[in-house]
């Protein structure tokens, strides 16, 4: 029983995500944020999961284009 509680263990450390350890601190006016969060909720995602999709496909466009 040991042996498969260890492969699960191991294939588990192989998926895990990054650790996310640092904060971006974005000033945006009431209304766009009250909006922002409200249609978030409605198509089921959080406002920080959305900015970090921004993020990443931001740089990945740009690393695309400078040929990185």
């Known amino acids: 029983m040991l ?4 492969d699960v263990v191991i294939d588990m450390s192989k998926t895990k995500a990054k650790k996310k350890n640092s ?4 000033r945006i006016n009431d209304e766009e944020r009250a909006r922002f969060v ?4 409605e198509l089921d995602t959080s406002a920080a999961r959305e900015v970090r999709r921004f ?3 931001f740089i990945k466009e740009q690393e695309k284009q400078s040929g990185d």
């Open 3 to 6: 042996p498969c509680f260890l």
């Open 23 to 26: 904060q971006l601190i974005v």
């Open 38 to 41: 409200s249609l978030c909720e």
């Open 55 to 57: 993020i990443r496909g």
